[in-house]
């Protein structure tokens, strides 16, 4: 049974950096398309970033497109999200999801994914 553990969050200023990190256990990550949600307050969970099983090509929400980034680390089973020029707006609870054999269409879709992480609340000020 795969495990998902994520930290990292905290309480930063607009303009400041995070990074979350989510360990894996009970498996294989190089096995495992892992993906970033997020869940605003209010809102419904969307998608973050992810990187494929497959073809490790990486895909991200256009709002985080050149300040976040994705990463794997298969030999350690970790995998982090390096946020900068962070805004108010990415204020939210963040979790990390695995999932296999996932096609592209569904990658944003958080039905899809059957693992996930407790999640982490990143909170950015003005």
């Known amino acids: 049974q795969v495990q998902l553990v994520d930290s990292g969050g905290g309480l930063v200023q607009a303009g400041d950096s995070l990074r979350l990190s989510c360990s894996v256990s009970?498996?294989?990550?190089?096995?495992?398309?892992m993906t970033w949600f997020r869940q605003p307050p209010g809102k419904e969970r969307e998608f973050v970033a992810g990187?494929?099983?497959?073809?490790?090509?990486?895909h991200y929400t256009n709002s985080v497109k050149g300040r976040f980034t994705i990463s794997r680390d298969n030999a350690n089973n970790m995998v982090y999200l390096q946020m900068n020029s962070l805004k108010t707006e990415d204020t939210a609870v963040y979790y990390c999801?695995?999932?296999?054999?996932?096609?592209?269409?569904?990658?944003?879709?958080?039905?899809?994914?059957?693992?996930w992480g407790q999640g982490t609340q990143v909170t950015v000020s003005s």
């Open positions: 990187i494929r099983q497959t073809t490790s090509t990486i």
């Open positions: 009970g498996g294989s990550l190089r096995t495992y398309t």
């Open positions: 999801a695995a999932a296999r054999n996932l096609i592209l269409s569904s990658l944003s879709e958080p039905s899809r994914y059957p693992y």
